[in-house]
Structure formats: C-alpha cells, structure tokens
C-alpha cells in the first residue's frame, strides 16, 4: 500500500474482432487478475481477454 492507496499493478484487458482495448478490471496479484480473464473469456466469443502489467503492453 502507498500514501495514495492500494498498488494494483496488474490489468485484464477485453481486446474485440476489432481489435479495440478496453481496461475491465485492476489487481493486486497475476494470480487474480488470471482468475477473471479466465472466467470472462468464454469459448465461441469473439473477444479476447488478456493480462498486462502497469506500464507494459503486449504487442
């Protein structure tokens, strides 16, 4: 924790078909932020969900 308040480095990320990005969710751990990508990314859908750290992005 800091002076502003909890650090919660990790991201889920909701990319679509169109490749547009939207932040879904912040997390203290990997392990956490993992848990609800998986729970969100169902099979057939046309959305990909996906996990990054604060200050890195995947390309």
Do not use: C, F, K, S
């Not at 609800?36 to 859908?45: K, S, Y």
């Amino acid at each position: 924790m800091t002076d502003t308040g909890p650090v919660l480095p990790w991201l889920v990320i909701r990319q679509d078909e169109n490749g547009n990005r939207y932040r879904v969710g912040r997390y203290a751990t990997r392990t956490e932020a993992e848990r609800v990508a998986d729970r969100l990314d169902t099979e057939g859908d046309r959305r990909l969900y996906v996990v990054e750290r604060v200050g890195h992005t995947v390309t």
